[in-house]
């Protein structure tokens, strides 16, 4: 499926350029297996082979990246801190959060969200999944605009520029960027096991042998 996912990428940048790298990359924010490690890349080797200007084709995919967060900011935000606290407070036990634990994850956002946003945008996965905390809080959207813009033009700059030096081996300049996926996926995996063991699985093991 990834395979026909790539491959429709680069369809669509061949086919459309710098309009198809914008749309790529908003869809990319929403929908995560859409590769921008494979559509940036490509936006460079297009432009080295002259059928496209390398700036455009960043100022392209940095649009893009904000329009990407603002939807995924404006869902978030629709959905709003109240109704995540009622949510919190009806069914959190199942998931094991309390209110404290959402007053802490706010405050630490809240003290942190310019820097949390302009590096998160430059990690993959959390590129992507920044603007939902930042929805969720009503960042102020100057500071959030900024950030992101910054964070993403750092990004899509440095993998467009490594698919435009390497040429026919824009294919590798991803390379870098998918380990840093799969490390994003460990530690993900890794903090959700001590979680659910920690406040689901340690509870239950010890109220059995109290």
Same mark, same amino acid.
């Given at each position: 499926?990834?395979?026909?996912?790539?491959?429709?990428?680069?369809?669509?940048?061949?086919?459309?350029?710098?309009?198809?790298?914008?749309?790529?990359?908003?869809?990319?924010?929403?929908?995560?297996?859409?590769?921008?490690?494979?559509?940036?890349?490509?936006?460079?080797?297009?432009?080295?082979?002259?059928?496209? %200007?390398?700036?455009?084709?960043?100022?392209?995919?940095?649009?893009?990246?904000?329009?990407?967060?603002?939807?995924?900011?404006?869902?978030?935000?629709?959905?709003?801190?109240?109704?995540?606290?009622?949510?919190?407070?009806?069914?959190?036990?199942?998931?094991?959060?309390?209110?404290?634990?959402?007053?802490?994850?706010?405050?630490?956002?809240?003290?942190?969200?310019?820097?949390?946003?302009?590096?998160?945008?430059?990690?993959?996965?959390?590129?992507?999944?920044?603007?939902?905390?930042?929805?969720?809080?009503?960042?102020?959207?100057?500071?959030?605009?900024?950030?992101?813009?910054?964070?993403?033009?750092?990004?899509?700059?440095?993998?467009?520029?490594?698919?435009?030096?390497?040429?026919?081996?824009?294919?590798?300049?991803?390379?870098?960027?998918?380990?840093?996926?799969?490390?994003?996926?460990?530690?993900?995996?890794?903090?959700?096991?001590?979680?659910?063991?920690?406040?689901?699985?340690?509870?239950?093991?010890? %109220?059995?042998?109290?």
């Amino acid at each position: 499926m990834l395979d026909r996912i790539a491959d429709w990428a680069i369809s669509v940048v061949e086919a459309l350029g710098p309009v198809g790298v914008a749309a790529l990359v908003v869809l990319e924010n929403i929908f995560p297996p859409i590769p921008s490690e494979i559509v940036l890349p490509l936006a460079g080797f297009v432009a080295a082979t002259g059928d496209a %200007d390398l700036v455009v084709m960043i100022v392209a995919a940095t649009i893009g990246s904000l329009i990407g967060a603002y939807l995924l900011y404006g869902i978030a935000a629709a959905i709003g801190p109240v109704r995540l606290r009622r949510f919190v407070v009806a069914h959190g036990r199942w998931f094991g959060l309390t209110e404290d634990d959402l007053d802490r994850s706010e405050a630490w956002f809240d003290d942190r969200a310019n820097l949390a946003v302009l590096l998160c945008r430059c990690v993959p996965l959390m590129r992507s999944l920044i603007s939902i905390p930042a929805g969720l809080r009503r960042m102020p959207l100057v500071p959030f605009t900024l950030y992101t813009l910054i964070g993403s033009l750092v990004w899509n700059t440095a993998l467009i520029v490594a698919g435009y030096l390497l040429g026919d081996n824009w294919e590798t300049a991803g390379q870098p960027a998918e380990i840093m996926q799969k490390a994003v996926l460990v530690v993900i995996g890794v903090a959700v096991a001590w979680f659910v063991w920690r406040r689901l699985i340690l509870p239950r093991v010890s %109220d059995t042998n109290g």
